[in-house]
């Protein structure tokens, strides 16, 4: 397996487990999709797989909806991506993707949390370096299509690493900016879309102790609790199965 994957697999989203955190989260990205590249799915292909994975996740049809309508709607609050990054304890790197409507706020509660337990918000772009941001896409594997053919065929298009998942499906890692040659190579070509993401691997993980690991879960908590919070990508080593 590839480190990519094996960190993926490790660090996912407590808050994907949830289900009102899915709609919650699935709703902003919706809102900012429509809003940049406009409300039609036909030409917004951004906004034409996030609805993909709404009907996957079994986000009511009425909820993308109203998340589509607020991006036209000159009454609703205008959603901004907004990325953090500082420090934990223990030298952990931590970036938290948002999705606000009041960037006050959410710098004053990503700020709090940091400064309660123990870390430091630090200035955009200072933890860059320690992350690869990759496009991220999982599929439905395709009868006669093997890993190795569709790993080579997806070269030319800024894939990197081609893994199978535990359930049967197949996640594909690209470069950021490749996002939507990859789509569009796997729409032409009929691969099922089970959702499309951007991730920020890190290049090394940091060893911490249980009693530092018990430390460090309970700021991650406090910014996974947050409904302004989006992602949150560190550089703590998973722990062993």
């Known amino acids: 397996m590839g480190r990519a994957f094996e960190y993926r697999k490790a660090t996912k989203l407590k808050r994907w487990g949830n289900m009102a955190r899915v ?8 809102t900012i999709a429509a809003k940049e590249g406009g409300p039609e799915p036909d030409t917004n292909p951004r906004l034409r797989v996030l609805m993909q994975q709404a009907k996957k996740e079994n986000m009511p049809k009425e909820n993308v909806e109203r998340a589509i309508k607020k991006a036209t709607s000159k009454d609703e609050s205008d959603f901004k991506e907004v990325v953090y990054e500082g420090y934990g304890p223990y030298g952990i790197a931590i970036v938290v993707e948002t999705a606000t409507d009041n960037p006050t706020r959410t ?8 400064n309660k337990h123990g870390g430091s918000l630090g200035t955009s772009g200072s933890l860059e370096f320690l992350f690869d941001h990759k496009s991220v896409f999982n599929i439905a594997a395709k009868e006669g299509v093997s890993l190795e053919d569709l790993e080579l065929e997806l070269i030319d298009y800024g894939v990197d690493e081609v893994e199978a998942d535990d359930e049967g499906n197949i996640v ?14 796997l729409e032409e070509n009929g691969f099922e879309i089970h959702s499309a993401e951007f991730e920020r691997i890190p290049h ?3 060893e911490v102790t249980e009693e530092q690991r018990t430390q460090l879960n309970k700021l991650l908590d406090k910014f996974e609790d947050d409904d302004d919070v989006q992602n949150v990508f560190h550089n703590m080593k998973p722990e062993e199965e």
Not at 23 to 30: A, E, H, P, V
Not at 172 to 185: A, C, P, R, V
């Open 23 to 30: 709609f919650t989260k699935l709703g902003r990205q919706i």
């Open 107 to 114: 710098v004053a509660n990503v700020r709090s949390y940091f």
């Open 172 to 185: 594909l890692y690209g470069e950021f900016k490749s996002y939507s040659e990859i789509q569009k190579y």
């Open 204 to 206: 090394e993980m940091k």
